[in-house]
């Protein structure tokens, strides 16, 4: 399978790039967060120092595989020896549409089962973001419940593998 992103550990160089996403309402749109203040580099910069050094978070820069341009962020958060919260967007807008999500989030799902050796990972995805619930759910997530306009997904380790064994290979 070609891949056209990678995935790599996010640093704090990105906050030169990332800062302008969360100025950004459209990327926000459906993630329930909206910044009280404009997201300046130095801020920015202060937050990725932050969750860094969080031991229950693994954080990655999507980025073309063509041009190494880092488009995105990709996270496992609330790790435990069995299970993560999953969380992905796309900050550059001209790349929606375009299966980044799809590519990222089997990136991502490979590295909690395969690397991690997590049983289940769950997600929250507003109800109204069909896209990404569609995405999801062609990776085997499956809808656990509804809860603040939230679809709350739910993937085991087992359905995943099941459903992806081709491209393991």
Known sequence: ????????????????????????????????????????????????????????????AICLVETGKYIGNVQLLKITRKSAEFHLFIGESEYWGKGIGKEATRLMMDFAFLELGLENVILQVDKENLAAIAIYRKH??????????????RVTRENYLNNHSNHLV
């Open 1 to 60: 399978m070609s891949s056209t992103v990678f995935l790599r550990p996010l640093v704090l160089e990105d906050a030169n790039v990332s800062c302008h996403w969360r100025n950004n309402p459209e990327i926000w749109k459906f993630t329930g967060f909206v910044p009280d203040v404009p997201i300046t580099k130095d801020i920015e910069q202060k937050w990725i120092t932050d969750v860094l050094k969080k031991t229950d978070q693994k954080r990655f």
């Open 140 to 153: 085997g997530f499956v809808e656990v419940k509804i809860e603040n306009q939230r679809n709350v997904m």
